[in-house]
């Protein structure tokens, strides 16, 4: 959403917010890449609940995609 809103906007902003959450999501993803759980420990961030369900994929593609035409559409005024 953060990064759409960026896209539409030109927010910068919401763009840094959305970049803050996808580094997290790095931060804490599974070594060597491999599926996302469902959930995040908030101590250690640790794996909790389901892993590799497909709609945590589906969310993290469709975040990179948005994540895109954001960098695309915000490209003069970074």
Same mark, same amino acid.
């Given at each position: 959403?953060?990064?759409?809103?960026?896209?539409?906007?030109?927010?910068?902003?919401?763009? =840094?917010?959305?970049?803050?959450?996808?580094? *997290?999501?790095?931060?804490?993803?599974?070594?060597?890449?491999?599926?996302?759980?469902?959930?995040? =420990?908030?101590? =250690?961030?640790?794996?909790?609940?389901? *892993? =590799?369900?497909?709609?945590?994929?589906?969310?993290? *593609?469709? !975040? !990179?995609? !948005?994540?895109? *035409?954001?960098?695309?559409?915000?490209?003069?005024?970074?």
């Amino acid at each position: 959403m953060l990064y759409r809103m960026a896209a539409a906007t030109g927010d910068i902003a919401a763009f =840094d917010k959305a970049e803050a959450w996808m580094r *997290l999501i790095q931060e804490v993803a599974p070594k060597p890449p491999g599926p996302l759980p469902e959930q995040f =420990d908030r101590r =250690d961030g640790g794996p909790v609940s389901c *892993l =590799d369900l497909a709609w945590s994929a589906a969310a993290f *593609l469709e !975040a !990179a995609a !948005a994540r895109d *035409l954001a960098c695309q559409a915000m490209a003069g005024s970074r």
